[in-house]
T-cell receptor
Framework: GAGVSQTPSNKVTEKGKYVELRCDPI?????LYWYRQSLGQGPEFLIY????????DSGLPNDRFFAVRPEGSVSTLKIQRTERGDSAVYLC??????????????FGPGTRLLVL | KNEVEQSPQNLTAQEGEFITINCSYS?????LHWLQQHPGGGIVSLFM???GKKKHGRLIATINIQEKHSSLHITASHPRDSAVYIC?????????????FGKGTLLTVNP
């Protein structure tokens, strides 16, 4: 009974580089969410997938951020031309039915991204 | 002003004490979540509620929709309860899948 997993757990990169963060949701969960958590803050919504499609990407801060979920399971968050302000913990969550806030979301341990 | 405000920001207690963490919000909501985050660890969902009260073990969550307020109580607190407790709401006027989070309350329970 694996939970949500995220890789890598830590990523250090240089300003301007490209990074990919991976999320493996709980098997069978239709919905997947990405959040970003800065130090001392609560998580902030980035994007929501229902199946393979991004149902809402309104939380992505700008066009350097992009996420995919091609087969409706694993998702990858991609950040181009990273900036120091992108440094944060990136959290992934999944839920069974895609009811969003109306059902329990299961969170992964997060990827801690540091942009130097 | 943030949509979700939590108080206190930090809370220190002695083992065995009764703990209350508060969450106030400024929008109409369809659901409210309480979550727990251990240092360096992931987030665990504790409760989801839209009315009344829920209890799980030593944890109790209440919500007053009219007053736009929720409380999380911990009875007989223990050092292992030390964590950040986060309140999150679903705005009933927005997307039903989008959680808006408070900044969290850091609870430290000393033995």
């Amino acid at each position: 009974g694996a939970g949500v997993s995220q890789t890598p757990s830590n990523k250090v990169t240089e300003k301007g580089k490209y990074v990919e963060l991976r999320c493996d949701p709980i098997s069978g969960h239709t919905a997947l969410y990405w959040y970003r958590q800065s130090l001392g803050q609560g998580p902030e919504f980035l994007i929501y997938f229902q199946g393979t499609g991004a149902a809402d990407d309104s939380g992505l801060p700008n066009d350097r951020f992009f996420a995919v979920r091609p087969e409706g399971s694993v998702s990858t968050l991609k950040i181009q031309r990273t900036e120091r302000g992108d440094s944060a913990v990136y959290l992934c969550a999944s839920s069974l039915l895609g009811l969003g806030g109306q059902e329990t979301q299961y969170f992964g341990p997060g990827t801690r991204l540091l942009v130097l | 002003k943030n949509e979700v405000e939590q108080s206190p920001q930090n809370l220190t207690a002695q083992e065995g004490e009764f703990i209350t963490i508060n969450c106030s919000y400024s929008v109409g909501i369809s659901a409210l979540h309480w979550l727990q985050q251990h240092p360096g660890g992931g987030i665990v969902s504790l409760f989801m509620l839209s009315s009344g009260k829920k209890k799980h073990g030593r944890l109790i969550a209440t919500i007053n929709i009219q007053e736009k307020h929720s409380s999380l109580h911990i009875t007989a607190s223990h050092p292992r309860d030390s964590a950040v407790y986060i309140c999150a709401v679903v705005n009933s006027g927005g997307s039903n899948y989008k959680l808006t989070f408070g900044k969290g309350t850091l609870l430290t329970v000393n033995p």
